[in-house]
């Protein structure tokens, strides 16, 4: 069985479209075309089928699927082994992180780490706490740093920092002059939340709900930037992370105002398949991360 081949059968299989996959990897659709059935000759089954426009998974497809992950997996951990006989003096990192540690945290930490060994190739991509942790289970990225919680089985999460989402309103909102609110006082306010598949907002509206408080959105947002300036333009008030507004409340151009009898917090973990062989790079990178608050 091909390796390549099974690249462009799992490319083929996230985007279920040919054109697509073959973009992906740099191929045209007849070449993508031309490897899925040599494929699907080697192993006597079919692996798509054509549903109107669309191309669907076959039975075979699906069981293929975790299997060709693997596969891949070892490939990847191979190169990482031969890399890592090389010590840090060379190789590459593909980290994922979700929004708020991508764009907060995790620059900081890849910035020390890139002073000690600049080397190391560091790849950081940012995305939802939904698409980090389908990339995870892709082995897109060798380690992930996320703001939910990743129930898959094949994942292994260890905690990293904890975040606290605090209530932030613009400097000329009535609740800047008082230390504390209320949650009925709430009520009567307009919220502006992240997107959803955003790890902050399913914190928020979990423990609301709790409280049974409902929000009234008035916007939502794909980034902690986007509801900052959102909030400081008067559009309405929200909860967010800690590390992301501390420049702002420094400034005082957003002001933090605590709610009584409400405190939200979360565990920032640091997450990979548990079948993944961390190259001594990554452990490297991934020890420097834990050590943060001391940097």
């Known amino acids: ?13 996230q985007h279920l479209n040919y054109t697509r996959a073959g973009e992906e990897l740099n191929l045209s659709q007849p070449s993508v075309s031309v490897r899925i059935r040599q494929l699907e000759t080697q192993l006597g089954v079919k692996l798509f ?15 293929l699927v975790p299997y060709a992950r693997r596969v891949m ?18 190789g590459s990192l593909r980290i994922g992180a979700s929004t708020t540690p991508g764009m907060y945290l995790v620059p900081q930490v890849v910035a020390r780490f890139k ?18 942790e389908e990339s995870v289970l892709r082995n897109d990225f060798d380690f992930a740093f996320v703001g939910g919680h990743l129930a898959a089985s094949e994942v292994s999460a260890v905690p990293w920092l904890t975040d606290e989402l605090l209530l932030v309103v613009p400097p000329d909102h009535r609740f800047a002059r008082k230390k504390t609110v209320k949650k009925q006082e709430l009520q009567k306010e307009r919220f502006i939340l992240r997107e959803s598949g955003s790890a902050t907002r399913a914190v928020i509206v ?63 973990k640091i997450v990979h398949r548990k079948d993944k062989h961390l190259s001594r ?14 940097m």
């Open 73 to 90: 997996a070892a490939v990847d951990d191979a190169h990482h082994a031969i890399d890592e006989l090389r010590g840090l003096e060379r």
């Open 115 to 132: 002073q000690r060994y600049p080397r190391i190739d560091i790849h950081l991509r940012i995305k939802d706490t939904r698409e980090v």
């Open 281 to 294: 790079a990554a452990t490297t990178f991934i020890e420097m991360a834990r050590n943060w608050q001391s």
């Open 206 to 268: 979990d423990q609301l709900r709790k409280s049974d408080f409902e929000l009234e959105t008035v916007m939502e947002m794909e980034n902690p930037e986007s509801v900052k300036k959102a909030v400081q333009s008067g559009l309405g008030i929200a909860f967010i992370s800690k590390f992301a507004v501390a420049t702002e409340l420094k400034a005082k151009s957003l002001i933090a105002v605590r709610v009584q009898g409400l405190s939200i917090h979360r565990e920032l």
């Open 1 to 13: 069985m091909d390796v390549r081949d099974l690249q462009v059968f799992l490319s083929v299989s």
């Open 49 to 63: 089928e054509q549903l109107g426009k669309k191309v669907a998974l076959t039975d075979a497809g699906q069981l």
